[in-house]
Structure formats: C-alpha cells, structure tokens
C-alpha cells in the first residue's frame, strides 16, 4: 500500500479537498445497484431509497437488544484503557464522550448485531453485493451537553480520506434510546445524495485527531451554498423514532444533526457496510491512510445467516 495521495489529475471521479472547491456535480454510481435483489426491503421502500437515499426500517433491534447494546456502551465509556486507543473521541468542550468507534471490535454484543441478517440483508439488497463493515461507531449525545455534526457527505470523507472509489456503501443509523425532535435526531435532505458537493480545503496530516470532534473543521463541512440550494430544492427530513429503529442512508447522503440540549440522552448505533466489489485502496486526498478502527482494511463479507433472502 503507497501512503501518498493520488495525484489530482489520476482520474479521479470525484474531486474533493482542493484549495477552490469546483461545483457540485451529479453522482456517477447508482445508489440501487440491483433493482431486483431479493431482501428484507419492499419494491416500494427500495424505490424511496434510491430516490431520496434515506428510509426508516422499525424494530431492527428487539428491547432487549437495545438493552444489550445499552449496557455495553457503558461499559465501553467506562473503560479508561481505550481512551489512549484513538477509538474514544471527547466532546469538543468539557471531558463528555462524543463516539466510540469500532464497537463491533470491542464488544461480542455488538459483534452479533452487526452481523446479523435483520441489519446486514438491507445491506446487501440495496448494494447488490455481498458486503463487509468498513466502520461502527457509537455516537453518545448526551442530555444537555451531547454536541452536533454538521453538514457533511460521509462519502466524501471515505473518498478522499480513506480511498473508498465509488458510494456503493451505506450506514444504518440504529437509535438505542428513543429519538424524539427535541434531543438532536438525524437529518437529511432527502434526494441530495444524486449531488456529489466537493468541500475546499486541503486534508490536513493526521486529520482525524481533529476532524471527528467537529468543530472549526478546515475540510471535510459540505459547501454551504450548495447545502442552501440543495435544501430549499429537497427540503430537510427529521428521522425519529424508538429505540430499536433504524435509519437507512446512503454514503453520500447529506446529513446533520443539532447538538442535545434536551434532558434526555441521544445514543446510537452506526453501522457502516460497504460492498465487497467497493474495497477502499490509497487516499484519493489525504496524505495518509487513516487507522483501521475508522476505515477497516479487512474485506472479509459478513456471512450470509439463514433467514438471509438469496439472490434471484
Ligand atoms: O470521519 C468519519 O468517517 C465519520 N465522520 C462523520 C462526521 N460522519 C461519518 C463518519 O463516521
Ligand atoms: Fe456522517
């Protein structure tokens, strides 16, 4: 593996990280790549996620899973060993947890739920592949303290930062308490996912130390005027729900979320599958590769479970 960029001019098919921002552009790839794979997900809801890249799915997770899965993050926020790890990130101000990444590393509970047909069989029907975990992380937002994120493409990232080559990946953003309007729910302009918005500014060495605490980023934040034409366009979705709900979205669906200042906290799990024919390589604009708990390197697909729908 090289640890150089690529060259600007290598032809690359979605420029980003450069000093002057060119103009958003439409999407290359599909965002359905095989209309007629069998799984969990109706014709209809298959359709209203490749037009607006998002869908709510309810109940992925039993209350018990979520139980499971709440007690877990506990104990991973407790453990005073991972912090010098890089997978724990602090709020941006005060010593509050922002995420922890690669839960499913850290905890067979995790593990399990990942794996799973319930979670991954979406998965694999709207990338038409076979597909492996590129990233998990768990986002805490804490009553009254939890911090936001602001408007951003997660694909432009992976492009750029990690070497993924096409958005054939997406995340479940799975809610292990209820997410109501008011304690910082996941937003998305519904349809943006067809724009790709190049962000300006060069990726600094070593970035993630910074960039995943949010605040004063010199890359990565989605050109706002793009964000403004794309809203007034599509409009914003609000997605809420109950613990054990999920939230399907595209990887270069643009997205948000408002800090917490509510008193109930806003925890989540996310899962990020990328298709295993979508396998990330060198940095397509940073200088280095970032560490496997953001970007997984091992392309090993999830396995296929019984109660798993078979291709056609
Ligand atoms: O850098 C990343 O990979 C992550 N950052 C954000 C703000 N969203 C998705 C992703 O986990
Ligand atoms: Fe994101």
């Not at 600007?8 to 359905?32: L, M, N, S």
């Not at 709020?91 to 690669?102: A, L, N, Q, T, Y």
């Not at 995790?110 to 694999?124: C, G, M, T, W």
């Not at 805490?140 to 936001?148: C, N, R």
Request: hydrophobic share 35%; with cysteine.
């Amino acid at each position: 593996m090289t640890t150089t960029a690529r060259p600007a001019d290598a032809g690359d098919p979605y420029p980003t990280r450069t000093a002057e921002a060119p103009p958003p552009f439409p999407r290359r790839h599909p965002v359905v790549w095989n209309p007629a794979a069998a799984g969990p997900l109706s014709a209809a809801e298959l359709a209203a996620y490749d037009r607006d890249g998002c869908l709510h799915v309810e109940a992925v997770l039993t209350a018990g899973q979520t139980a499971a899965c709440l007690a877990e993050t506990g104990r991973l926020a407790a453990d005073r060993s991972l912090r010098a790890s890089g997978r724990v990130v602090p709020e941006p101000d005060g010593d509050g947890i922002r995420s922890v990444f690669e839960v499913h590393a850290l905890s067979e509970t995790f593990r399990e739920i990942v794996h799973s047909a319930r979670l991954a069989d979406i998965a694999r029907q709207i990338l038409g592949s076979d597909v492996y975990v590129h990233q998990t992380r768990v986002n805490f937002k804490q009553a009254f303290e939890g911090s936001g994120f602001g408007w951003h493409s997660d694909f432009e990232t992976w492009h750029s930062e990690d070497g993924m080559p096409a958005p054939r990946a997406l995340s479940l953003s799975v809610a292990l308490t209820d997410n109501g309007p008011h304690n910082g729910p996941l937003m998305i302009i519904p349809g943006a996912h067809r724009t790709f918005v190049p962000s300006a500014g060069e990726t600094p060495p070593d970035y993630h130390r910074t960039s995943l605490r949010g605040k004063n980023l010199p890359a990565g934040p989605a050109d706002r005027a793009a964000v403004t034409a794309l809203a007034r366009e599509f409009g914003i979705r609000q997605f809420t729900g109950p613990a054990g709900s999920a939230t399907a979205f595209d990887a270069n669906s643009l997205h948000a979320s408002a800090p917490n200042v509510s008193p109930f906290p806003r925890t989540n799990l996310f899962v990020v599958y990328n298709s295993v024919e979508n396998r990330i390589g060198t940095p397509y604009a940073a200088p280095r590769p970032r560490p496997a708990y953001l970007a997984s390197r091992t392309f090993t697909p999830v396995p296929r479970r019984a109660g798993d729908h078979a291709d056609p």
